[in-house]
């Protein structure tokens, strides 16, 4: 049987990273197969759809190299679930409500789990599901690798149609799921309790039910499961941000899944042949940030130097305006030393910029430390590093300054900053005269 998966976004809003993750282990698992990926919109819920992310979701799976086979939309569906629910009805599995739809907040009862209207055979309105008196239902979860049921007394008579004609996502998914032959469902561990529901409209249905998976949550470091609320976690965010699509989807792939030997790096392609089901984690990660830099410091260093100048291009206009030897002098001295794109901003400001300076930064001797800086550099026959490099150390020791405190006057002057590239190595990309022209207006 050829392995089919989906992805099953609902168009509500930016794709998180959960949501990326819940596309990349479908799409791997049917990949690693030979099998179908399938992009499936479940935007059922009028309410809820934020206008322009359905376009938004495929966009951004391309980006990171996710693409699929079949296309489908489910509100261009409605007469399929139109269909299935009637049958339901007809089969004596699901019966009409047109009751008001109560609140329960509102009208402060607890959930009811049999709907007074299951056995009054009406003939219009919303369609809810029969649930059977004292059966159990049970199925094996593909993650966590366990059986797991449920006694049909505890499952409530849910909503399959709502009387405005379209389904919810009990009917419409697993609909979908038996129509297109998917064979195993990867989906968010919120999906659980439901699943009693869609096990029961997936039998009465009929035909043959996917294999079920309830991946992890994705957890905040600071506890609970990750915010959308709480600093960036959209794929979008953190593209600008500054990390690129290729460490993203890195990180990702190791929030919840965990090869056989213990390799990080992954290309996508790799990771398909190595992805296994079985490596999927029972236990729920951890969002760590630091990881994520980690890995986008392994893919920056990747980069030649003139592949990563043309990202840093696109980051800083100033940066692009500068002679193209400037500008690749100044990547070769950020590769080892930048965590995301977005850090030339900071980083490698001063090149682009004259910095303002705070005097209160500087040491006691600072006007001495200028001083002698200004009298080597304009002295210096060849300015090149190696002759700053002798030249600087062999005057610090003459005039018995301290290495550190000289080079930190130098760096402030400079740059207007404590943290900063290589002094000496940035002072000859800016040249003699800017490197004077900095050092008198600090004196
Ligand atoms: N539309 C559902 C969601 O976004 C899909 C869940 C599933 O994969 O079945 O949560």
């Known amino acids: 049987?050829?392995?089919?998966?989906?992805?099953?976004?609902?168009?509500?809003?930016?794709?998180?990273?959960?949501?990326?993750?819940?596309?990349?282990?479908?799409?791997?698992?049917?990949?690693?197969?030979?099998?179908?990926?399938?992009?499936?919109?479940?935007?059922?819920?009028?309410?809820?759809?934020?206008?322009?992310?359905?376009?938004?979701?495929?966009?951004?799976?391309?980006?990171?190299?996710?693409?699929?086979?079949e296309y489908y939309v489910q509100s261009e569906r409605l007469d399929i679930?139109?269909?299935?629910?009637?049958?339901?009805i007809k089969e004596g599995h699901a019966f009409y409500c047109d009751c008001k739809a109560r609140n329960a907040k509102t009208e402060g009862f607890t959930k009811i789990l049999r709907d007074p209207c299951r056995d009054k055979n009406k003939t219009s309105g919303a369609i809810k599901l029969k649930v059977p008196e004292n059966e159990t239902v049970s199925y094996h979860d593909l993650v966590l690798d366990k059986n797991i049921s449920w006694d049909t007394n505890d499952v409530q008579d849910a909503t399959l149609l709502k009387s405005d004609g379209y389904p919810t996502y009990h009917l419409a998914a697993m609909t979908d799921d038996l129509e297109m032959k998917i064979t195993h469902v990867l989906r968010g561990h919120d999906w659980m309790p439901s699943t009693p529901i869609h096990l029961l409209v997936y039998k009465y249905l009929g035909g043959q039910m996917p294999e079920l998976g309830h991946l992890t949550d994705i957890l905040d470091p600071e506890g609970g499961k990750l915010s959308k609320r709480k600093g960036s976690t959209s794929v979008e965010g953190l593209i600008a941000e500054g990390y690129l699509p290729g460490a993203i989807l890195n990180f990702i792939m190791l929030l919840g899944w965990a090869p056989k030997d213990n390799k990080e790096l992954f290309t996508l392609e790799e990771f398909v042949k190595a992805f296994d089901v079985k490596?999927?984690?029972?236990?729920?990660?951890?969002?760590?940030?630091?990881?994520?830099?980690?890995?986008?410091?392994?893919?920056?260093?990747?980069?030649?130097?003139?592949?990563?100048?043309?990202?840093?291009?696109?980051?800083?206009?100033?940066?692009?305006?500068?002679?193209?030897?400037?500008?690749?002098?100044?990547?070769?001295?950020?590769?080892?030393?930048?965590?995301?794109l977005t850090d030339?901003?900071?980083?490698?400001?001063?090149?682009?910029?004259?910095?303002?300076?705070?005097?209160?930064?500087?040491?006691?001797?600072?006007?001495?430390?200028?001083?002698?800086?200004?009298?080597?550099?304009?002295?210096?026959?060849?300015?090149?590093?190696?002759?700053?490099?002798?030249?600087?150390?062999?005057?610090?020791?003459?005039?018995?300054?301290?290495?550190?405190?000289?080079?930190?006057?130098?760096?402030?002057?400079?740059?207007?900053?404590?943290?900063?590239?290589?002094?000496?190595?940035?002072?000859?990309?800016?040249?003699?005269?800017?490197?004077?022209?900095?050092?008198?207006?600090?004196?």
């Open 1 to 69: 049987m050829k392995v089919r998966t989906r992805f099953a976004p609902s168009p509500t809003g930016n794709l998180h990273i959960g949501g990326l993750r819940s596309a990349l282990y479908p799409y791997a698992l049917a990949k690693r197969n030979g099998g179908d990926f399938i992009l499936r919109i479940e935007d059922t819920d009028k309410k809820r759809e934020v206008l322009g992310s359905k376009e938004k979701i495929g966009e951004n799976l391309k980006l990171f190299g996710i693409s699929w086979d």
């Open 279 to 340: 490596g999927l984690q029972k236990s729920n990660p951890v969002f760590n940030r630091e990881k994520l830099d980690w890995f986008n410091g392994q893919y920056i260093r990747q980069f030649s130097d003139d592949e990563l100048k043309i990202k840093l291009q696109i980051q800083n206009s100033k940066f692009a305006e500068l002679s193209e030897d400037k500008q690749l002098a100044i990547t070769g001295l950020l590769k080892d030393r930048i965590v995301k």
């Open 344 to 443: 030339i901003n900071n980083f490698a400001k001063f090149f682009f910029e004259t910095p303002e300076i705070d005097k209160n930064l500087f040491g006691e001797s600072y006007k001495e430390h200028l001083k002698m800086a200004i009298n080597v550099i304009e002295n210096i026959k060849d300015f090149d590093l190696e002759n700053l490099n002798n030249k600087l150390m062999d005057a610090i020791k003459t005039n018995n300054f301290k290495t550190g405190d000289f080079f930190m006057t130098l760096r402030i002057a400079i740059t207007g900053q404590k943290f900063t590239p290589p002094i000496n190595d940035s002072i000859i990309i800016l040249g003699r005269e800017e490197t004077l022209k900095r050092l008198k207006s600090s004196l």
């Open 81 to 88: 679930y139109k269909k299935a629910a009637e049958k339901l």
